[in-house]
């Protein structure tokens, strides 16, 4: 068999993990969950690993209504905005769900988060499926999935509009006629879709990477269709190792990573337990994508042999920072990986940088 | 305990406003992160209280185009501030959000993270400008009423405050031994004519537990709702007399609301030029006005005023010698000029003549703001002056220049400040609520209120 190729790698940090109960475990620190603290810790981490994805997570409602799980988050634009400054290398990609939320709020939260990691910053997009999300805004009802996602695709369509709306050289600082900036570089948007209007152009100016990576959850055909449309990175979310080849084949223009949630120990019976305590803390948590319980060497075994299109993992650790320790020193220093160039995201994962789609051809 | 009156100080980081200089060789990136970086550094080796953002929600136009003579976009107000948390430890991080484009759970939680992640430096002016302008760029853009503003306004900071309550003070347990996380915490139940929300907060009550509140605005209704709601007030009132009247104002209001008037700190901003005389300051004061109102800008300003395209009028001839026109509304984006127009082209004529200014000179004068003019020993003396008179509680300072338009006050006015006593000369608390001296946070009071707050 060859060698595989190197791989892409994400990682999901969610508090002290997704599972519920993983703030229990020792070396988890729950109290110190909602601090600046906690995620510089994990973000050394994972900027020490070289991963190329540091994605936080989001959702407008509680985890759990029960006391004895974790529950609360900050919002992710803001934790990924606190570790810019801290990091230099790894994508920071928030979550930032497009059912309530203002697109122009959106969109330059995300250029502004790109301006302060230096060109870093990507989106994944979500939408608010339930009613407790809906009733936090009061605004309007729950929709069906595939009403969300259509919304969801207009949200990333205005938002790569609008982050074309400067183009790259908008601001002159010319002398001689006074002008901060050639308005004829700034262009309305005039966005009317289904859902809402945008008139534009943006109030922040283009960012380093003129458009920001967007990262899409891929687990029904509605999120399939917009993954298939905008995704620059699409996550699937399946255990089916067929159902995530049949997907990455129609995602020929992404780069396709596989969710695994892992709980890793160096010891099969030491993951196994440690998995085993956490069901018992707190029972009945499913998982929702492929989930790894086992040592390095499995996880390789299981890394080595991903799905045909799959280009990589997105990795989110059931508890914090146990897993993703393990992840990064005993994972990852085995595994090909590939040689990153430059230092915007862009330029790790070999895209070049966009024109603005409204920049007019200069005669020659 | 200090004899003197304490001066609170913060920084406006110089962005989208007539006084920022972007055609001086000194001036940096307007979004650049080390412009933001290097002036919130300087107002944190200054000891000031906070770092300033203004914000602006759409490209200002004048006569249908975008007006492109100032500096022009900014970055994100929250997202700039949270990277500023990390490379700063003591300075409070104060973001200007409007109320009225905003969903009140969605503020509520981003301040609240800002506050967790910075360990209470966080703080919201509220703002409500409402123009169906920049609504345009929102969906529910541009439908309320200007009445209707600070209706809104209040009920964001309901529901806002609603949410940062709803996680009882103890609610975050997470005890492993005991296998309780969080316990305590309450859904908000909110029903009036902007909101009807219900659910929980998402976070845990954060540092100050309730974000600092800063207000700007100065109608009526303006005020009430500052003294009413706000921690501090970021005013434009300049002169020693008239700050002195509106800040006995605001602190009689306050006490009408049921709060002490010392509840309330009263910040103008105000810029500064230094020099190492004072003939040498008013000259460098000079520079920089001319260099803030270019011929171009002068125009400009002139067209908002009379309310017609001046294309090829010379600025540095006489005034225009027709009437402004009162039907046109030339300036879109920004605040509407408050004075009947014609009288006011009537008065600058005068003025011009008696003096033989030109358009554009009479422009500088007319277009000026509060400065602080003269050496650092002038300038020192007259903040104090300004904050033992109480015509306020000190400044926000906004430069004229990026990044580095900060330093020389903070080398040369900030020692002689606390030479007179009347600045910190190190960092006593680690709360933006403790820099400002606030000793009545509204969460104290409320943490222990069980009444139910749902209407
Ligand atoms: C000192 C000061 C600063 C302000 N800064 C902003 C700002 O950054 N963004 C904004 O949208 N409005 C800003 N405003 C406008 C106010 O939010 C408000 O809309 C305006 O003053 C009209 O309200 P009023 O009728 O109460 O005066 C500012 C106003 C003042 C007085």
Redesign the pocket.
């Known amino acids: 068999m060859p060698f595989p190729p190197p791989l892409r790698w994400a990682v999901e940090l969610d508090g002290a993990g997704r599972h519920p109960a993983a703030w229990r475990l020792p070396g988890a620190c729950p109290g110190d969950l909602f601090t600046a603290a906690h995620w510089r810790r994990l973000a050394a981490t994972v900027e020490a690993a070289d991963l190329d994805l540091l994605v936080v997570p989001d959702a407008y409602r509680l985890q759990s209504a029960g006391e004895r799980d974790q529950r609360g988050r900050l919002d992710a634009v803001a934790v990924a905005a606190h570790l810019a400054p801290l990091t230099r290398r790894t994508g920071l990609v928030p979550v930032v769900t497009a059912t309530h939320t203002e697109p122009f709020h959106t969109q330059k939260a995300i250029a502004t988060l790109d301006l302060t990691s230096r060109g870093r910053a990507g989106w994944q997009v979500e939408v608010s499926t339930t009613p407790a999300e809906a009733d936090l805004f009061g605004r309007k009802p729950v929709a069906p999935a595939d009403e969300l996602w259509r919304e969801a695709a207009e949200t990333v369509d205005v938002a790569r509009r609008l982050w074309d709306s400067w183009e790259d050289d908008a601001v002159v600082r010319d002398l001689a006629t006074g002008r901060y900036v050639d308005r004829d570089k700034l262009h309305p948007v005039d966005f009317a879709g289904g859902f809402f209007t945008v008139k534009g152009p943006s109030i922040t100016p283009r960012s380093p990477q003129g458009q920001p990576l967007v990262v899409v959850p891929v687990r029904d055909e509605p999120s399939l269709a917009l993954a298939a449309a905008q995704a620059d990175v699409a996550r699937l979310e399946t255990a089916s190792p067929e159902r995530a080849a049949a997907w990455a084949a129609r995602l020929p223009d992404a780069t396709v990573l596989l969710d695994v949630e892992i709980l890793l120990r160096r010891g099969a019976g030491e993951a196994a337990g440690v998995a085993a305590q956490l069901d018992a803390w707190s029972p009945g948590h499913a998982p929702r994508t492929l989930r790894h319980v086992g040592t390095p060497d499995t996880f390789r075994g299981l890394v080595q042999a991903l799905p045909a299109g799959v280009d990589g993992v997105a990795a989110v650790p059931l508890d914090l920072p146990g897993s993703l320790d393990v992840l990064t020193a005993e994972v990852l220093p085995r595994l090909p990986r590939p040689v990153v160039r430059g230092t915007t995201l862009r330029e790790r994962f070999g895209l070049p940088r966009p024109v603005s789609r409204y920049a007019r051809e200069v005669p020659a | 305990m200090s004899a003197k009156r304490q001066v609170h100080l913060g920084a406006h980081f110089p962005g989208v406003n007539q006084t920022t200089v972007w055609r001086d060789p000194r001036a940096g990136s307007q979004t650049d992160f080390t412009s933001f970086e290097h002036l919130a550094r300087t107002a944190e080796r200054g000891l000031m209280d906070f770092f300033f953002l203004?914000?602006?929600?759409r490209l200002r136009e004048q006569g249908g185009t975008i007006y492109d003579l100032d500096v022009v976009g900014r970055p994100d107000t929250l997202t700039v501030l949270n990277s500023l948390a990390a490379v700063t430890t003591h300075l409070g991080l104060a973001g200007?959000i409007?109320a009225t484009f905003n969903e009140a759970a969605e503020v509520a939680r981003q301040f609240a993270s800002l506050d967790h992640l910075s360990g209470g430096r966080a703080a919201w002016?509220v703002?409500?400008?409402?123009d169906a302008f920049?609504g345009e760029n929102f969906r529910r853009g541009g439908y309320l009423a200007h009445a209707d503003?600070?209706v809104r306004a209040r009920e964001v900071i309901d529901v806002a405050r609603a949410f940062w309550d709803s996680w009882g003070p103890g609610a975050l347990v997470a005890d492993p031994e005991l296998g309780v996380f969080a316990r305590d915490v309450h859904d908000v139940g909110h029903h009036g004519p902007q909101f009807d929300v219900r659910g929980p907060g998402l976070l845990p009550r954060s540092p100050q537990g309730h974000p600092v509140l800063f207000q700007?605005?100065?109608?009526d209704?303006?005020?009430e709702?500052g003294a009413a709601y706000a921690d501090a007030v970021?005013?434009?009132h300049g002169t020693l007399e008239a700050g002195r009247r509106f800040t006995a104002d605001l602190r009689a209001r306050a006490v009408r609301n049921g709060r002490s008037g010392e509840d309330l700190r009263i910040l103008?901003?105000a810029s500064f030029v230094l020099g190492d005389t004072e003939a040498e300051a008013r000259e460098n004061a000079r520079t920089i006005r001319f260099q803030q109102v270019g011929p171009q800008q002068a125009v400009a300003f002139l067209e908002q005023v009379w309310g017609r395209d001046l294309t090829g009028f010379d600025p540095e001839g006489p005034l225009p010698v027709q009437d402004p026109d009162l039907t046109a509304t030339i300036a879109q984006g920004r605040?509407r000029f408050p004075r009947d127009r014609v009288e006011v082209a009537r008065e600058w004529r005068e003025l011009a003549a008696a003096n033989g200014w030109s358009a554009r000179e009479l422009v500088v004068e007319v277009s000026g703001r509060q400065q602080f003019v003269g050496t650092p020993e002038q300038v020192a003396a007259e903040i104090d002056e300004y904050v033992q008179a109480d015509a306020c509680d000190g400044f926000i300072l906004v430069p004229h220049l990026t990044p580095t338009g900060l330093d020389e006050f903070v080398d040369r006015v900030v020692p002689l400040l606390q030479e007179r006593g009347a600045y910190r000369t190190e960092y006593t608390g680690t709360t933006l609520r403790e820099h400002l001296g606030l000793t009545h946070p509204h969460d104290a009071s409320r943490a222990l209120d069980p009444a139910p707050r749902t209407a």
């Open positions: 203004a914000e602006g929600l200007t409007n002016n703002v409500t400008s409402s920049t503003r600070y700007a605005g100065d109608s209704d303006g005020r709702f970021f005013t434009m103008p901003g605040t």
